[in-house]
């Protein structure tokens, strides 16, 4: 089956801790992207890559890394600098960037 | 960024009602998008209308685009407990290779 998947689903960090979140499609998309969405919040763009070995900061990249080294994966480190990081975390993928978007089923992470 | 506000913000109807919500933007866009996420998921895409574009249908779903007002409107008809969710438009704009979503819309659908 075709579709975008994220692993963990529930994510633990503890302070001070770097964590990585999976995100991987099989639907050929050349476009990827990470948003943060916080209670009752809309979504906000953390990182979105057009191509492989490229990617462009989003709206809140601050505390944030990813690499592209695979069309098909598109990981999320959220760094110790990133002093908020507990939220719920999706990834998507399209065709390009004004297409529809498929979603992961999120990965939600909390800091203990 | 640009993004999409959706109105109103929460709505609770009995099911087989109708529901309505709207969108509004700021900039010029190549097309408009609604999105539906239901608790603790992922988003999955509605429909998406394009800027030349007046109206769309799909199934229980219909979409009407202003771009003279910068609107748009979802309208589920006969709505089912199983419509229960958030609804979020987006917008993707001429040049730029993101979309930028609103803050969503819950609907309550009450059986």
């Known amino acids: 089956d075709g579709g975008i998947t994220q692993s963990p689903k529930y994510l633990f960090r503890k302070e001070g801790q770097n964590v990585t979140l999976s995100c991987e499609q099989n639907l050929n998309h050349d476009a990827m992207y990470w948003y943060r969405q916080d209670p009752g919040q809309g979504l906000r763009l953390i990182y979105y890559s057009q191509i492989v070995n490229d990617f462009q900061k989003g709206d809140i990249a601050e505390g944030y890394s990813v690499s592209r080294e695979k069309k098909e994966s598109f990981p999320l480190t959220v760094t110790s600098a990133q002093k908020n990081p507990t939220a719920f975390y999706l990834c998507?993928?399209?065709?390009?960037?004004?297409?529809?978007?498929?979603f992961g089923q999120g990965t939600r992470l909390t800091v203990v | 960024s640009q993004q999409g506000e959706e109105d109103p913000q929460a709505l609770s109807i009995q099911e087989g009602e109708n529901a309505t919500m709207n969108c509004s933007y700021k900039?010029?866009?190549?097309?408009l998008q609604w999105y539906r996420q239901n608790s603790g998921r992922g988003l999955v895409h509605l429909i998406l209308?394009?800027?030349?574009?007046r109206e769309k249908h799909s199934g229980r779903l219909r979409v009407t685009l202003d771009t003279s007002k910068k609107s748009s409107s979802l309208l589920i008809t006969a709505s089912r407990a199983a419509d229960t969710a958030s609804y979020f438009c987006a917008t993707a704009i001429y040049g730029n290779n993101r979309l930028a979503f609103g803050k969503g819309n819950q609907v309550v659908v009450i059986p």
């Open positions: 998507a993928s399209s065709m390009g960037g004004t297409a529809e978007a498929f």
């Open positions: 900039t010029s866009i190549n097309n």
């Open positions: 209308i394009r800027s030349n574009e």
